[in-house]
C-alpha cells in the first residue's frame, strides 16, 4: 500500500472524488443477484489436438458474452460453473491452433460433457490482442502483434528489448543487453509505454539509455505489441506505441487442482544461468499463485574481447491471489524485484565502474463485475509501487582498495489506477467502453550528481471507445480521450528554493476502419492524434549524469508533442500464406531530441547534451511473409523501414533512426521438434544527426533447434545460435561510447521449460 502522503492529499482526494463521481453518475443497471442465482448452471468438456488425439493442457475456454472462463488441465477437461440460461459463445483457444468457436445453449448443454477436437494451423491469424482493443474482439485498426509462451522462450533473453529486436518495426536501445530497452518505428524513450497487465510499471527505464526495465522476461506468459499511436487508450507516452506484458501473478483463468511452469536459461555470450519456477492451485471460487526467478551473468562477449561493465545479478518473486463468486471476480498480487548491473562506460579506465543497484515492490489488483443490462461489464484496475535506484562509481586503488561512491539515486513511488465499463448497442454503436484512468507520481532525486529537482506529478484521462458496424465486412472505430496533467518541480539539496509548475490539457482521438472483403483478406486503417508531455528530465535537468557519460541541460519552455499520424494494414493468409504488409506516416509537432552540443562540460569532461524541439516527421512501413514451402518446411521473411527528419529547411536527419532492416529464416518444424536456419541484414545507416557518427551495414546467422514432448505436462526445450559467424558489428541503436565497441559475438542459448 503506498501512504496517501506520498503523493499530497489534495491530489489523492481530487483522484478519488472523480471516481467516485464516475461511478455515482452511470445510469441504473441490472446485475446477477442473490434471487438471480437458483437457476444457474455448469459447463464441463473434454479438449483434445485433432490430429494426435492428445489433451491439451492449459487450452483458454472462454464464453464471450459473460466474459468468464476458465483454463483445461492435464487431462484436457475444464468446468464452467454459475452460467444463467441463455444462448452464447463457447471460444476456445490453443497458441498454434485455430480458434475454435460455437454456440451453447443452457440449459439444454450444460450437463452434457462436450467433446472439442483443436485442428492445428500454420500461421497466427485471428489471435484476440486485448492491447489494441478493450472490447477483446479480433477487430484491429492498426498493426499488432502478440507473442506466445513458446516464441518468448525461443526468443530468451536478459531483456525486453533484446527479445523483441528484429520484430517488425521493432529494434533496441542498448547500452549492454541489460538496460536494452524496446523501440518501435525509431520513436524511443516514454513515446513507447511498457505496459505489466495493462498499468505502467512505475519504473525510470524510458528516461536515459542507462536505465533498465524493472521486470524478467521470463515472467512473461504473453506479449503484446500494438504498433503506431494508443494515446486514446493509454495517455501520454504512448505516442510511439504500447508494449504489453502479461503474467499470472492474478490469474483470470484457472483450472482445478495444481498446475505451473518450471524453467532454466543458460547462454555462453555472458555466461548466464537463470532459474524460473511458478506454482498455481486452484478449485471451484479461488486460486492462489507464487512465482520466483533468479538469474546471473558475467560481461558481455564480443569478437573483440569482453566488455566490462556489462554484467547482471537479478532476483524477482511475486505472490498472487484471485477469486470468482457468481458475476464477480478478482485479484491481488504482490511482487519484487532486486537487480544489480554494470555499465560499459568507463571501459578505457579499468579501474573503474559504473554500477546500477535497483530494487523495486508493487501491489495491484482487479475487480471485475459482470452486468446484464446496458452496462454489461466494469473493471477496476489498481496498482502502487515503489522504485529504488542508484548509481554508483566504483574505484580500485593501487593498495587494493575499493571505494564506493553514491553519485545519484531515485526514489519513486506511483500509484495508477483505472476504470472501464463496457456497454451495449445504442443505436448504430454496436458497443464500446468509457473509462478514467489516473496516476500519481513523486519522484525525490538526491546526491551529488542529482539530474532533477523533485517532482510530483498527477494525470487524470477520461476516454471514449466505440465500435460501429457499416456492413458484414466492414467495420468503424472512433475515439476520444481528453487528459489533463500536472506536474511540480520543487527544491531538493542540489536545486534549492526551486517552484516550478506545469499544466496542461490534452486531446487525444483516432478514427479507423477494418474491412474484410474476401474471407482471406483484411484491410485496416486508423487516422490518430496522439500527444506526449515532455518529462522532468528534459524540462528541468541541469547536471553531469555519470550513468549515461554526458552532462544533460533540460528546457523549462518545451511543448507538449503533438502527433498527427495515418496507420494502414494490408494482410492477406490462405492455408500456405501469409502476407502482412503496413505503412505508417506520423506528422509531429514540437518533437523533442536530445541533441549533442559538441561542446565539452569542462568540470565533469562530459559532452554537454541540450534538449530542445523540433517539428519533425516519421515515416516509413513494415513487410512479413510467411509461407508454407512443404509440409513441415516454412519460411519466414521480413523488411522494415524508418525514415525520421526534421522538417526544417535542411530536412536534418532525427538521431538514433534504425536502417533498413531484413529477416529470412527457414524452419523445419514436425510438431514435436524443428531445426531452423535465419539470416539478419541490416543496411548502412549515413542519414544521421548532427554529432552523430554512422554506422556500416552487417549479416549476422543464426542457428535454432527444438523438441516438444509431454510426460505429464508439456516440456519444451529449445536451442539457438546467435551470430554464428562471430562477425564484427555495430548497432545504430547502441549508446555505448558512441558505437565504437562491437555488439555481441557468436553465442550459444539453451532453454527448458516445463508446463505441468
Known amino acids: 500500500m503506498v501512504p496517501t502522503q506520498l503523493f499530497g492529499a489534495e491530489q489523492m482526494k481530487t483522484l478519488y472524488l472523480i471516481i467516485i463521481s464516475v461511478l455515482l453518475i452511470v445510469p441504473g443497471h441490472t446485475i446477477i443477484s442473490e434471487e438471480n442465482t437458483a437457476n444457474l448452471f455448469f459447463l464441463s468438456g473434454h479438449v483434445v489436438d485433432k490430429s494426435t488425439e492428445a489433451p491439451m493442457l492449459r487450452a483458454s475456454v472462454y464464453i464471450v458474452e459473460l466474459q468468464k472462463g476458465t483454463i483445461t488441465n492435464r487431462n484436457g477437461d475444464f468446468q464452467i460453473d454459475r452460467i444463467p440460461p441463455g444462448s452464447y459463445t463457447l471460444r476456445i483457444q490453443y497458441t498454434g491452433f485455430h480458434t475454435h468457436e460455437a454456440t451453447i445453449t443452457v440449459p439444454g448443454d450444460s450437463f452434457s460433457h462436450i467433446g472439442i477436437a483443436m485442428l492445428p494451423k500454420i500461421f497466427e491469424t485471428d489471435e484476440v490482442?486485448?492491447?489494441?482493443?478493450?472490447?477483446?474482439?479480433?477487430?484491429?485498426?492498426?498493426?499488432?502483434?502478440?507473442?506466445?509462451?513458446?516464441?518468448?522462450?525461443?526468443?530468451?533473453?536478459?531483456?525486453?528489448?533484446?527479445?523483441?529486436?528484429?520484430?517488425?518495426g521493432l529494434t533496441m536501445r542498448s547500452l549492454g543487453s541489460v538496460p536494452a530497452r524496446p523501440v518501435i518505428r525509431g520513436m524511443d524513450g516514454d513515446r513507447v509505454l511498457v505496459l505489466d497487465n495493462g498499468e505502467r510499471i512505475g519504473d525510470l527505464s524510458e528516461i536515459t539509455p542507462d536505465h533498465s526495465i524493472a521486470m524478467d522476461p521470463m515472467s512473461a506468459d504473453r506479449v503484446e505489441v500494438v504498433r503506431g499511436p494508443a494515446s486514446l487508450l493509454y495517455g501520454s507516452s504512448a505516442l510511439g506505441g504500447v508494449i504489453n506484458v502479461f503474467t499470472d501473478d492474478t490469474p483470470r483463468m484457472w483450472s482445478k487442482g495444481t498446475s505451473g511452469a518450471v524453467g532454466f536459461y543458460g547462454s555462453t555470450m555472458n555466461n548466464l544461468g537463470s532459474g524460473f519456477g511458478r506454482l498455481i492451485y486452484g478449485n471451484d471460487s479461488w486460486v492462489a499463485t507464487g512465482r520466483i526467478s533468479y538469474r546471473e551473468s558475467g560481461n558481455i562477449y564480443t569478437p573483440e574481447g569482453r566488455l566490462p561493465g556489462t554484467y547482471l545479478q537479478q532476483f524477482t518473486g511475486a505472490g498472487g491471489a484471485g477469486f470468482r463468486h457468481k458475476n464477480i471476480d478478482g485479484g491481488l498480487s504482490i511482487e519484487f524485484l532486486d537487480k544489480t548491473y554494470g555499465l560499459p562506460d568507463e571501459i578505457d579506465d579499468p579501474d573503474t565502474d559504473i554500477e546500477i543497484r535497483m530494487d523495486r515492490q508493487r501491489a495491484r489488483g482487479y475487480l471485475n463485475v459482470q452486468g446484464t443490462g446496458f452496462f454489461e461489464n466494469y473493471e477496476f484496475r489498481i496498482s502502487g509501487s515503489r522504485y529504488f535506484h542508484e548509481e554508483i562509481e566504483i574505484e580500485r586503488e593501487e593498495d587494493g582498495m575499493i571505494e564506493e561512491g553514491m553519485e545519484l539515486d531515485f526514489i519513486q513511488n506511483t500509484l495508477s489506477s483505472t476504470l472501464t465499463i463496457k456497454h451495449g448497442s445504442l443505436g448504430i454503436i454496436e458497443n464500446g467502453v468509457i473509462g478514467v484512468n489516473g496516476i500519481l507520481r513523486r519522484l525525490d532525486t538526491t546526491g551529488p550528481e542529482a539530474l532533477t529537482p523533485n517532482a510530483r506529478s498527477s494525470f487524470l484521462g477520461l476516454f471514449l471507445y466505440e465500435e460501429i458496424p457499416l456492413s458484414k465486412i466492414s467495420r468503424l472505430q472512433m475515439g476520444g480521450r481528453v487528459e489533463f496533467q500536472q506536474i511540480n518541480a520543487i527544491e531538493n539539496e542540489k536545486y534549492p528554493d526551486f517552484d516550478k509548475t506545469r499544466t496542461s490539457t490534452t486531446f487525444s482521438g483516432s478514427f479507423g476502419t477494418n474491412i474484410q472483403p474476401v474471407e482471406n483478406l483484411e484491410i485496416g486503417f486508423q487516422i490518430a492524434r496522439a500527444h506526449r508531455v515532455p518529462s522532468i528530465e528534459e524540462l528541468f535537468s541541469d547536471a553531469a549524469h555519470l550513468a549515461a557519460g554526458a552532462y544533460e541541460i533540460g528546457n523549462p519552455e518545451l511543448k507538449n508533442e503533438i502527433g498527427h499520424g495515418v496507420d494502414a494494414f494490408v494482410r492477406f493468409s490462405n492455408n500456405r500464406v501469409y502476407i502482412d504488409v503496413a505503412g505508417f506516416y506520423n506528422r509531429v509537432n514540437d518533437y523533442i531530441v536530445r541533441q549533442p552540443t559538441g561542446e565539452i562540460h569542462e568540470p565533469s569532461g562530459f559532452p554537454i547534451i541540450v534538449y530542445e524541439a523540433g517539428d519533425a516527421e516519421i515515416f516509413g512501413g513494415e513487410i512479413g511473409l510467411k509461407m508454407l514451402m512443404h509440409e513441415y518446411i516454412r519460411l519466414n521473411a521480413r523488411l522494415d523501414y524508418v525514415h525520421g527528419a526534421r522538417r526544417d529547411i535542411d530536412r536534418t536527419p532525427l538521431p538514433f533512426m534504425p536502417p533498413l532492416r531484413s529477416f529470412i529464416g527457414v524452419t523445419y518444424d514436425k510438431r514435436n521438434w524443428w531445426l531452423g536456419v535465419n539470416s539478419r541484414i541490416a543496411s548502412e545507416q549515413t542519414r544521421t544527426a548532427l554529432e552523430e557518427d554512422p554506422t556500416d551495414g552487417y549479416v549476422l546467422f543464426g542457428f535454432e533447434a527444438g523438441y516438444r514432448f509431454d510426460v505429464s505436462g508439456r516440456h519444451i526445450v529449445s536451442f539457438r545460435m546467435d551470430n554464428l559467424f562471430n562477425t564484427v558489428y555495430r548497432d545504430h541503436l547502441s549508446r555505448v561510447e558512441d558505437r565504437d565497441n562491437p555488439m555481441p559475438g557468436r553465442s550459444a542459448h539453451l532453454m527448458y521449460k516445463w508446463y505441468f
Open 129 to 168: 490482442i486485448v492491447t489494441a482493443s478493450p472490447l477483446g474482439t479480433r477487430t484491429l485498426y492498426q498493426p499488432a502483434q502478440a507473442f506466445s509462451p513458446e516464441d518468448i522462450q525461443r526468443r530468451a533473453t536478459v531483456s525486453l528489448g533484446e527479445l523483441l529486436d528484429w520484430e517488425p
